[in-house]
């Protein structure tokens, strides 16, 4: 259950909607004038009150196959061409901010020669600050939006510095920039470039992100409900001052068994041998594997796995077959959640996946530890909780803390972006180091209540687990190669629902599985290829 929500989230996101600049009918303004035709020309082009320049544009030829990295965690090479098209890059509302620091909204937009009427956003990571390639890659299989006529966009939200700077949020334009404004503007004024280059509206709208980015598709959906047709929404940063709190608690919780170093400092690390890790693997693939009818070493029926690593404890000496007493209580803890003074929830549990044992490290959430430094911001959040305040005062700070209140994207009304006829996917691995999956879902199902129930809201709005997935990529058991930008426009174009979703990945080259709406799984039938996802149905 999530807590309740502040009232000053509440009224941020009102405020952000209410004065939001509204697009003029998707770029229409353009009709009627004569299309940019050449690339060089946007130079010279200037979009009335919007403060925008752009300061490059390139002509950009075919891309070979094999010559450009997607932009996700594991930065995979894009296997297929990227046709030519015009690159622009530009600025937004430059200015002179807070201790004399430069500061803009920063874009990049790619426009296809081959243009298919089509638009995508492309969602940022960490807390961005730096205009990435606009591909438009994430969640697409093995071809980025790009490569398929898409104009894509990309932005730095209105600042730059590396991924976790958090320096930008002194300055009070470049933290409101980042939580919500800076992408109801780019969004708004690219469609208005796109109009005038190829002297025609955009026919429809696409946001696709994860992590910050599907904290940015969130958002589109709650305070910008009528810009985007279909919204793609992977591993949400929805509420990191929480999900902070989770890590800090599951960090604590190892770090109170650890061994120390020289100088005292305890070494999580070592918490776990490797025959504990795989022992514990083990464990919880006997426990989980086979509810979904197929022991394959992968766990698609997630909310029945109900692994507890007491089965493990040791009933004398510690030995390579069993685990400590304090190991078994190491792991309760962490993967159950943080709660607060009067047993309310305050983030969610982690399931019980093999991907947060398996992966690289020493130890279980040794992957989780690398998202926690012991100094300085931590994801979104601009600073981590200290590690030695009680779950209550770190849920103060939290709550405290205005520029959490913005980035929060747990609003529960998108009557009118529903209304409208958006449609949004929800996607989240089960192996995120970062951020539950199950925090996600409870806004999925808090979402569904809210608006008609599940069955309602599944006209519009569906939500997937994807097996053995770390942070929007990657992971020893992942299936992280599935095209949900495809299920989107299949869905906002053709009125097709996205009832399975085929995915597969470089751990198994020859196994497809379909990724199932929830509270659907990918269910064995029983009879055929093992590794051929059409020998699987979606059960419930």
Known sequence: MLRHIPRAAILSALFASAFAVTPSSYGQSANGIAPVRKCAELLNLRIGGSQMTITKAQEIPTTPPGSLRAMSITGDLIPVAIPPYCRADGVIDQRTGFEGKPYAIGFAIA????????????????????????????????????????AVVSTDTGHKGAVFDAAFMKDQLAALNFAYIAVGRVAVLSKEIIAHYYGQPVKHSYYDGCSTG???????????????????????????????????????????????????????AKDFSPSDKKLLADAIMKSCDEKDGLKDGMIFNVKACDFNPAVLKCKGAKTDSCLTSEQVGALQK?????????????????????????????????????FLPTEGPSMIASVQPPANLTIDQMVAGVEANENQTLTDTTWTNLTTFSGHGGKLIFYHGTSDPVFSPFYTLAYYERMSKENGGLDQVQNWSRFFFVPGMNHCAGGPAALDNFDMLGAIVDWVENGKAPDSVIAKGKPF????????????????????????????????
């Not at 940063?237 to 989770?246: D, L, Q, V, W």
């Not at 607060?340 to 992966?359: C, Q």
């Not at 509270?519 to 419930?540: I, M, T």
């Open 111 to 150: 426009l296809p020669d081959n243009w298919n009427g089509r638009f995508v956003f492309q969602g940022g990571g960490g807390l961005n600050g730096t205009v990435n390639p606009p591909l438009g890659s994430q969640a697409a299989g093995d071809s980025p939006a790009l490569a398929r006529g898409f």
């Open 214 to 268: 599907g904290r940015e598709g969130m958002l589109m959906s709650q305070r910008y409900p009528t810009y985007f047709d279909g919204i793609v929404v992977g591993d949400p940063a929805m509420r990191t001052g929480y999900s902070n709190i989770g890590l800090t608690y599951a960090r604590n919780a190892f770090a109170a068994i650890a061994p120390k170093d020289a100088s005292g400092k305890p070494e999580p």
């Open 334 to 370: 962490a993967f159950s959640g943080p709660k607060d003074s009067r047993g309310n929830e305050v983030y969610a549990r982690f399931p019980w996946d093999t991907g947060y044992i398996l992966s690289a490290g020493s130890g279980p959430f040794a992957v989780f530890s690398s």
């Open 509 to 540: 080259p020859s196994r497809t599985r379909p990724l199932c709406p929830y509270p659907k799984y990918a269910h064995y039938k029983g009879q055929g290829d093992a590794e051929d996802a059409s020998n699987f149905e979606c059960s419930q």
